[in-house]
Every structure is written in structure tokens, then in C-alpha cells.
């Protein structure tokens, strides 16, 4: 397993910009496949974006599609998130998760390692 810490959470104003970044250690981080999520308060937890162990493939909720954009650099162990045009409704504690497994997957269960989270304000 990897650990995780997330960084990057803050308070914006509606139409800002965020990037999150995830530090991941250990040797082999590039053979995880890798995820963002989010849990707003009294909510379950929700799938925000996903990226394969190479980088080559991506998937992402509807609710964040043409605002959010993830990536990762392997060199790094790192895994970013921007996040831009944000929204109140995008306020949330965001996770950075990990599996390994190849298939990028939305469902938080099949997530074996977590960071502690980081929280995202959006006033409006």
C-alpha cells in the first residue's frame, strides 16, 4: 500500500481556481491507478476523477467534467487535480485514493489506500 497526503485545499470565490496535489509514497506508485473524491458534510462519499497507473486514461463525474482536469507525474509520486470555474456545490473535503488494480474505478470500496483529506470552500 501507499500513503497518502493530500495538499492545495483552500476558500475561492465562485469561478476560481484550485489545484490539489497528492504525494504518494513507496517505489511503486505507478502501478497504482489513482482517484480523487469528495464528501460534502452529512453526504456519502463521491467519485470526482480518476487516472490510470501510465496516466493514459482518465474518467470523471459529470457534475466536474470540463472543469476539472487530473494528472499525474510518476516521476513525482505525485497526483494533481485542477479544479477551475469552481462552484459552491463543489464544497466538499477532497480525498486522494489509490487501488491496484488497472480498471479506473468510481465506487470508494475498491479504494485500499486513503489520504486524510483536504478541504475546498467555494463561496458564493
Known amino acids: 500500500q501507499v500513503q497518502l497526503v493530500e495538499t492545495g485545499g483552500g476558500l475561492v470565490q465562485a469561478g476560481g481556481s484550485l489545484r490539489l496535489s497528492c504525494a504518494a509514497s513507496g517505489r511503486t506508485f505507478s502501478t497504482y491507478t489513482m482517484g480523487w473524491f469528495r464528501q460534502a458534510p452529512g453526504k456519502e462519499r463521491k467519485f470526482v476523477a480518476g487516472?490510470?497507473?501510465?496516466?493514459?486514461?482518465?474518467l470523471y463525474a459529470d457534475s466536474v467534467k470540463g472543469r476539472f482536469t487530473i494528472s499525474r507525474d510518476n516521476a513525482k509520486n505525485t497526483v494533481s487535480l485542477q479544479m477551475n470555474s469552481l462552484k459552491p456545490e463543489d464544497t466538499a473535503v477532497y480525498f486522494c485514493?489509490?487501488?491496484?488494480?488497472?480498471?479506473?474505478?468510481?465506487?470508494?470500496?475498491?479504494?485500499?489506500?486513503w489520504g486524510q483529506g483536504t478541504q475546498v470552500t467555494v463561496s458564493s
Open positions: 487516472i490510470s497507473y501510465n496516466g493514459g486514461s482518465t
Open positions: 485514493a489509490a487501488r491496484h488494480f488497472p480498471a479506473i474505478i468510481t465506487t470508494p470500496s475498491y479504494f485500499g489506500s
